[in-house]
């Protein structure tokens, strides 16, 4: 059983186009968030949801927009995509937001490779 | 601001050696720390996390962890590297109220037989 799940894997694409990842958790946690791991594997946070409310948005261009659907997904679709959107993307979830602390254990996807020519 | 420094980014060891990982990391109050894993072209797995108590914590895959808050540290440790342990591992402490986790510039760790 996936915990976290992220579709695609992997995604190349031309520059210019629009494209979505989807995230998943089956772990009935509240919050859900979206990192970027540039070329040379540093990790920066980029938004985060808490029952479907954007509460983290870290100055990430107007570009990207996520959507929170329900709890459980928390989707990321890009606009008019460039070079530098290249990098892997990943979904995490923890329990619940300014919960115990074992309730902020973030817990990671697979990630997804976005690779933009 | 919070921040993490690992400052090695590459280690190679021999397989059975041991190891220590070095995490540094600046923040006001008690840091809630967390050491994550990455194999090549895999996602983050979760090693082992420091939130009070015991400043020794024990993770998966026999890994240990030691906060020491006079050095602002959370150093990694395992006693006997196997061939399997090659990976990016990440240091990371969670910032503010909302589970924001700042991570370290990762260190490569590269296993030699």
């Known amino acids: 059983d996936t915990a976290v799940s992220q579709t695609p894997k992997y995604l190349v694409t031309q520059m210019g186009n629009d494209k979505s990842i989807k995230c998943e958790q089956n772990l009935g946690h509240d919050t859900m968030y979206w990192y970027k791991q540039d070329s040379k594997k540093f990790l920066k946070i980029m938004f985060s949801?808490?029952?479907?409310?954007?509460?983290i948005n870290e100055t990430v261009p107007n570009r990207f927009s996520p959507k929170s659907p329900d709890k459980a997904h928390l989707n990321l679709h890009i606009n008019s995509l460039e070079l530098g959107d290249s990098a892997v993307y990943f979904c995490?979830?923890?329990?619940?937001?300014?919960?115990?602390?074992?309730?902020?254990?973030?817990?990671f996807g697979p990630g997804t490779r976005l690779l933009v020519l | 601001a919070q921040s993490v420094t690992q400052p090695d980014i590459h280690i190679t060891v021999s397989e059975g050696a041991s190891l220590e990982l070095r995490c540094n990391y600046s923040?006001?109050?008690?840091?809630?720390l967390f050491w994550y894993v990455q194999s090549p072209g895999q996602g983050l797995q979760l090693l082992l996390k420091?939130?009070?108590?015991?400043?020794l914590v024990q993770g998966i895959k026999g890994f240990e962890a030691e906060f020491k808050r006079s050095q602002s540290s959370f150093n990694l440790r395992k006693p006997s590297v196997h061939w399997s342990d090659a990976a990016e591992y990440f240091c990371a402490v969670l910032s503010g109220g909302y589970n924001k986790l700042i991570f370290g510039a990762g260190t490569r760790l590269a296993v030699h037989p």
């Open positions: 949801y808490n029952n479907k409310e954007l509460i």
């Open positions: 995490a979830s923890s329990q619940e937001l300014g919960s115990l602390a074992g309730g902020m254990t973030q817990y």
């Open positions: 923040y006001g109050a008690t840091p809630y």
């Open positions: 420091y939130f009070s108590g015991d400043t």
